[in-house]
């Protein structure tokens, strides 16, 4: 009550002051805000959260909610969205792991939510997430570890997709992304263009790690390995169904970047042949050659944020939710929540199939955190030139 | 028409339907080289479709066109010896006049010097004066000037015929006047063939060496304008040439019959014998009727009350009435005035029998 | 001049009436243009990878723009719109033509038929072509079944972009050119044909000046709106070629570097505004319309 | 003029085949929305048919908010863009007053501005200004771009009016707004509602605007983009293929009153001119 008395106060302040430089019109909306936002959350995420078969039991608990949902392709343009002044509209937003601590908490773009409600879901989750020895991961912490930003939910290793018909899965974990660079994949493979996994796989392409300042060398490697992809590639596209699809029909063998987030659709329809691949050793930290990410859902640093924010989080924990999330419409996926049994005992084998949970520990263990790139700015510069000036 | 002279354009039975609606009708008539020839017929008399046939903007539905003895039925406007004045004019808007009149030099590959010259004249020959007008933007010239620009661009076409569509109808009547004039000298000057088409015979009177009258698709009468004006071929005609009397009768037997004027019936004498019982008009001409004087006899005579008079500067027009509902138009000399009631009377040999 | 008509409270003057009834658009474009371009122009200016607006201007960023190839971009974008524009004058002109002067009832049948179609957002549209022309798609599929060819997909090149691009905007092109046809008079044209001129002729002296305003808007339009294009090259063209908004939109998301991309809008805008204006310089509706409004 | 028979069945056949390359990928999207699959290839057998995309679309809450948010949208910016356009089109083509060359020249700037920096433009703008982003901020972005696209469609009415009609309506005493009543927008009324449908749907089909604009209002152009790029359904296809039916109705509603205007203007022209 306390806040919503600030806030009409604020608001009426802000019209009298709008309304002086004959600006008045600017400020109703925001008059329409201060009557309270308990009937109205507005979710920013990755495709899945959006989905109706998510949504659709929340907004049956809470009869007239306005519950909005949009999902973006990228994570720097969803952030992009609250720095250009919607962190007024946002409640939630879900993003991959490094984000929220490398990013937006910095930039007081979010804030902590409680750990004394949230810390037994945590604690259920599956290893990698909670153990006793590391604690809760520390992606979903405050640098300085004091404060919990977000909830984890839906992960997966993110690498490269095959058609199995074409290319064997041995072969493909063995040779890694190089694989890519022999002359008899020119036209073969289309280029999924999600920029900043796209810079990622170029830099482990080119045999180093991302994650770390590049000697002039290594961005003279990475320049001509970005050239080389963009020249072979058969397809360039930023839609992961239409890969598929050219996947699927035989006009491409491989997609570069790729992970059972935009694969694992097309498997649970029954493409089998289609396959994400986790290579077996890498440039990465340890020798891994394989990246992972996971979602952490954050509530926005929004003035006037919705009380049912923590809510919804607290819904999606529920067994028949998590199930729903990972199953979601258009993406499916594993989620921390399995390594309990009224969660795990609720997916069927061509679900568990759709992704590759017989080998998804295996490929996890080859993973390294997603993080976000020291120089990304460089290299998406080089990035974008090379796509840009592409021969062929 | 002139015997001699072969014929420049032959109609030969046109008739034109425009689905079940026949516009024109079994139409034929011919035009000698170098004659100003009219069409004349109220608004809907098929002349303007007949006018579009005979450019090439319309297909006949049966009949001949010939142009010098060539079948032109299927050639287009743009391949035919004819060109005409649209009512509209349909001067290109975004031309000046001068390059409005070079139009069908450029179409046919002139060179510039060429055309130029050619305008000049042309220009010059319509009282516009090229160094004035050349340049001018074809929107921002008067009535009268589009009228002469439209002329002269489709006598730089130099075609064999010239059609006109009513181009003076939206002047006023000084200039038309005036247009007329110019319009026949410059005819008689290029020896060009000219088609005109108006609904004012008065207009056609003026101009033209022969007339041909439409009514309905159909030719009613063709002819000299004088040929046509003593001897109108029916009612219809005599109506259509202006300011005339027609009375309605009805034979008696012998060269007598009955007038009726609605309330009262005249029997009157008729200049030839009639089949009892038909139904005639009878045409008398404003001038031939007369005021008699005390004890004055002719051919027939009614009383009549003069209503209004009007000046016609050496002569007095008259409207008089027979009876309530029924005038007549009297034309006198100006001492030949007269007023109230009077004696109005003509002779037989100035009337004639016409169908009605 | 209220002496003169008591009656009147006041009048207003030829000059007041036009600037008032200017001044709701003025005022929307002040609010809703000006100063929003005001705002990336300045951000422009500001250094890259910031956020704020409230910093000490530089040129860096056009510095950067010129260093890099993002003149390939520009070429391309501009290349391909003005190949969608000659291409989409062609294909419409006809169709024009014959909806202003010929059909009668399809006149309004294709209007609705084109109009409709525009209900669906372009991009499900171009993903109809993608369907359309990926292997064993619809056209493959169909070349199949009844001829037994094997076609590969017919997407991924720059036809295919110019094709995509064609579609798309081809109602901003036809539906000005039928507006431009309809102020052709028929009897214009008919004297046209009767002083000698032929088809080709009356089209080049005749139809084509004369329906100049509705050709300039089209062609307008169409440029102005496909250099902006960014889907076409995208989901048709397999990112063959990068578009100068395509560039701008990666550098709004992707490098979250907004003044580089502010700048490279302005350059953009820029550019194209001098296209457009070298267009407008030459072509005056008035005078080609024959008409002078009065006050 | 003469137009044979031969040349019309030309047209006529040039025009059917432009339609039906038009259509093409209107086709292509009905049978990818009737695949059970959301990966085919074509042509799939009969069984792989289903009507279950339709019947997700039609009770998606999800798709009935983005419906009314892009409904929303359009009815305002129709509204807005028509009436500002009417105005603008008058000083576009018919008064003489002093700035009007240069305003001629800037109206068509907003269309020479690409249409997703403007949006952001205007993201940065509202920012700027302490404005939340909603439908109505994306209401703004459409009409600041469709509103010169209304003024032109009207203005090319407005040339063609008779000038003189005017000015004997205010001979015979009219106001102004008497003769703006009875006289200007009778007579413009079918470029008017020409112009409204011209806005409903440039606003309804936009994207690049909204992306920017609608805050947590996702319009449906917006959410088809993102289900397209990302998670995929034949859903998104069923939704295009359900708007253009609704689309053909509203249409064949729309351009019967314009139809129904033109006639009646028509008549008020011919009744007033007299010829």
Known sequence: MKTTHNFSRRDFMKLAGAAAAGLAFSSVPNLAWAAGRDKELNILCWEGYNSDNVLNPFRKMHKGLSLKAESGTDDPSMINKLRAGEIKVWDLINLNQCWARQQMWGEGLIKPISMERFMPYIEKMMPMFYNKEMGINPFALS??????????????????????????????????????????????????????????????????????????????????????????????????????????NGEIDAIYSGGIYT????????????????????????????????????????????????????????????????????????????????????????????????????????????????????????????KRTREG | MDESAAPILEVAGVTKRFGKFTAVNDVSFQIADGEFFTLVGPSGSGKTTLLRMLVGMEKPTEGALKIRGQTVNDLPPNKRPTCMVFQSLALFPHMTVGKNVEFPLTIRGAGESERRTRAWELLKLLHLDPNRYYNKNVTQCSGGERQRVALARALAYDPDILFFDEPLSALDARLRKMLQKELKDIQRSTKKTFCYVTHSLEEAMVMSDRVAILRAGVIEQIGRPDEIYAAPKNAFVAEFMGEVNLLDITAAGGATANWDT?????????????????????????????????????????????????????RIQYHVEVVPGCTLTVERLREERASGEALLGWELADSQILES | MSDKQPKKKFSFGPGLVGALSASPFALLMLFGFVAPLLCVVWFGLMPPKTFELLQAPTLENYRTIFEQTYFKSIMWSLGLAAVTVVILLAVCYPLAFAMAKIFRSGTAF???????????????????????????????????????????????????IVLGMCYVYLPFMLFPLVLGVNMVPDQVREAAFDLGASRWQVFRKIDLPLSMPGVMIGSLLVFVLSVGAISEAKILGGQKVVTIASDIESEFTYAQNWPLGSALSTLFIVLTTIVVFLALARFDLEKLLGKKPSE | MIVSRTQKAGFS????????????????????????????????????????????????????????????????????????????????????????KTFQRLVLLPLFFPQSVLGLALLMWFNFLDVTTSWWTAAIAHTVW????????????????????????????????????????????????????????????????SLFT???????????????????????????????????ILVLVLFGIVKWSTRKSRRATAAAGGH
């Open chain 1, 143 to 248: 640098p300085d570890g004091k404060e919990l930003i977000g909830m984890m939910q839906r992960f997966g290793p993110m690498n490269f997709v095959v058609n199995t018909k074409k290319i064997s899965v041995d072969m493909a974990e063995d040779q890694g992304l190089p694989m890519f660079l022999d002359p008899k994949m020119k036209g073969k493979y289309g280029l999924l263009a999600w920029d900043n996994w796209n810079v990622m796989h170029m830099c482990i392409t080119a045999g180093f790690s991302p994650y770390k300042e590049h000697t002039p060398e290594e961005v003279e490697k990475f320049k001509q390995t970005a050239q080389t992809l963009f020249a072979n590639a058969a397809m360039i596209s930023g839609d992961p169904a239409q890969l598929n699809q050219a996947l699927i």
């Open chain 4, 214 to 248: 609608t805050g947590a209002d996702s319009a449906l152009p917006e959410w088809l983009y993102a289900r397209m790029t990302s998670g995929y359904q034949p859903m998104v296809p069923a939704v295009g293929v359900l708007n253009v039916l609704f689309a053909i």
């Open chain 4, 13 to 100: 056949l040039y025009a059917g085949l432009v339609l039906l390359v038009f259509y093409f990928p209107v086709f292509c999207i009905i049978v990818a929305s009737l695949s059970k699959r959301r990966f085919f290839s074509f042509p799939y057998p009969q069984e792989q048919i289903t009507f279950k995309w339709y019947e997700d679309a039609l009770t998606s809450p999800q798709v009935h908010d983005f419906v009314s948010v892009s409904l929303r949208i359009g009815v305002v910016t129709a509204l807005a863009s028509v009436t500002i356009g009417f105005f603008s089109a008058l000083a576009y083509a018919r008064y003489r007053w002093k700035g009007r």
């Open chain 1, 263 to 386: 694969c694992s659709v097309a498997r649970f329809e029954g493409f089998n042949e289609v396959h994400h691949i986790s290579p077996r050793r890498g440039p990465l930290e340890g020798g891994k050659g394989s990246l992972q990410w996971f979602e952490l859902t954050s509530v926005v640093n929004n003035p006037d944020v919705s009380p049912l924010a923590e809510d919804f989080l607290e819904y999606v924990q529920r067994p028949d939710i998590c199930h729903t999330v990972a199953m979601a419409e258009a993406s499916h996926n594993p989620v921390t929540q399995m390594s309990q049994p009224e969660v795990f005992n609720k997916f069927k084998k061509d679900e568990l199939n759709s992704f590759h949970w017989d080998t998804l520990e295996d490929q996890m263990n080859r993973s390294v955190d997603y993080q976000v790139v020291p120089d990304n700015d460089l290299l998406t510069s080089i990035y974008n030139e090379a």
């Open chain 4, 146 to 209: 469709i509103a010169p696209i209304t003024t032109l469609i009207i203005s090319i009415q407005a040339y063609g009016l008779d000038e003189s009609l005017e000015e004997a309506a205010r001979d015979m005493g009219a106001t102004r707004w008497q003769i703006l009543r009875k006289i200007t927008i009778p007579l413009l009324l079918p470029g008017m509602i020409s112009a409204t449908c011209f806005a409903v749907l440039l606003s309804w089909g936009n994207f690049a605007l």
């Open chain 2, 262 to 314: 609605g309330r009262k019936t005249y029997p009157l004498n008729l200049p030839a014998p009639l089949e009892p019982g038909a139904a005639r008009k009878l045409l008398i001409r404003p001038e031939s009727l007369r005021f008699l004087k005390e004890g004055e006899t002719a051919g027939n005579a009614v009383p009549v009350k003069i209503l209004n008079e009007f000046s016609l500067g050496s």
């Open chain 3, 110 to 160: 294709i209007t609705y038929a084109i109009a409709t179609s525009l209900f669906v957002s372009e991009n499900i549209r171009l993903f109809g072509w993608v369907i359309g022309f990926m292997k064993k798609g619809v056209v493959g599929g169909l070349l199949e079944t009844w001829f037994g060819l094997q076609i590969d997909s017919l997407l991924y090149n720059v036809p295919v």
